[in-house]
């Protein structure tokens, strides 16, 4: 049936394919969204935008998925869906961050966590943590604000059971003891760090 339920589907179909075969994932993401339009289902039409830039950016094209990521951010913002809006926001800067501007890298996820703390989204919270930590961590004159955010990030990571999250936080705050000479509190950290890498995917 050309329902809203097959326009998640095809979503869901997409999102399961945008890691391994990209190119595949895009063509799902299309239907979806072509579909979305036909039934004017707004919330699909931004999460279909969604799917669409995320094939680009496993393909390494930012160009596109910036366009595609904004496209939706406006959809979400345009229904007041405020979990869309914070992942949008996340995403954005996570396309900033990898293509080194630090500076509006920062200020999509400082926006996203202030959404995330909005709606109580614990895993947001923790996303836009640990990549604010992971922009700060960029330069050693800014490793206590990367300190700052891992330490706050790490304990939420740990509760939500998200090894990605643990790992990275913890493999980050042992290198910035490390670099400060205190190799005891390094070692902690980066045992727990492989820990939870070994538990994750």
Same mark, same amino acid.
């Given at each position: 049936?050309?329902?809203?339920?097959?326009?998640?589907?095809?979503?869901?179909? &997409?999102?399961?394919?945008? @890691?391994?075969?990209?190119?595949?994932?895009?063509?799902? /993401?299309?239907?979806?969204?072509?579909?979305? +339009?036909?039934?004017?289902?707004? @919330?699909?039409? *931004?999460?279909?935008?969604? &799917?669409?830039?995320?094939?680009?950016?496993?393909?390494?094209?930012?160009?596109?998925?910036?366009?595609?990521?904004?496209?939706?951010?406006?959809?979400?913002?345009?229904?007041?869906?405020?979990?869309?809006? /914070?992942?949008?926001?996340?995403?954005?800067?996570?396309?900033?961050?990898?293509?080194?501007?630090?500076?509006?890298?920062?200020?999509?996820?400082?926006?996203?966590?202030?959404?995330?703390?909005?709606? =109580?989204?614990?895993?947001?919270? *923790?996303?836009?943590?640990?990549?604010? =930590?992971?922009?700060?961590?960029?330069?050693?004159?800014?490793?206590? @604000?990367?300190?700052?955010?891992?330490?706050?990030?790490?304990?939420? &990571?740990?509760?939500?059971?998200?090894? +990605?999250?643990?790992?990275?936080?913890?493999?980050?705050?042992?290198?910035? %003891?490390? /670099?400060? =000479?205190? +190799?005891?509190? /390094?070692?902690?950290?980066?045992?727990?760090?492989?820990?939870? %890498?070994?538990?994750?995917?």
């Amino acid at each position: 049936k050309e329902d809203t339920l097959k326009v998640n589907t095809m979503i869901a179909l &997409s999102g399961s394919l945008v @890691r391994t075969d990209a190119k595949e994932a895009l063509i799902h /993401a299309n239907k979806a969204k072509e579909l979305a +339009d036909k039934l004017a289902f707004e @919330r699909g039409q *931004a999460y279909a935008l969604k &799917s669409i830039g995320m094939g680009y950016y496993f393909q390494g094209n930012y160009i596109e998925t910036l366009l595609f990521w904004e496209q939706s951010l406006e959809i979400f913002q345009s229904i007041n869906d405020k979990l869309g809006i /914070a992942n949008m926001l996340n995403n954005l800067g996570a396309v900033n961050f990898n293509e080194g501007d630090d500076e509006k890298a920062i200020q999509f996820y400082l926006e996203s966590l202030k959404v995330s703390e909005e709606i =109580g989204d614990k895993l947001r919270i *923790a996303t836009a943590l640990v990549n604010i =930590g992971a922009v700060y961590f960029n330069k050693k004159a800014t490793h206590d @604000r990367a300190l700052e955010y891992y330490l706050k990030a790490l304990p939420l &990571s740990e509760e939500l059971g998200d090894h +990605d999250a643990i790992g990275t936080s913890a493999v980050n705050t042992g290198e910035i %003891y490390l /670099a400060r =000479g205190d +190799d005891k509190s /390094a070692l902690i950290y980066f045992e727990k760090a492989l820990d939870a %890498y070994k538990k994750s995917e």
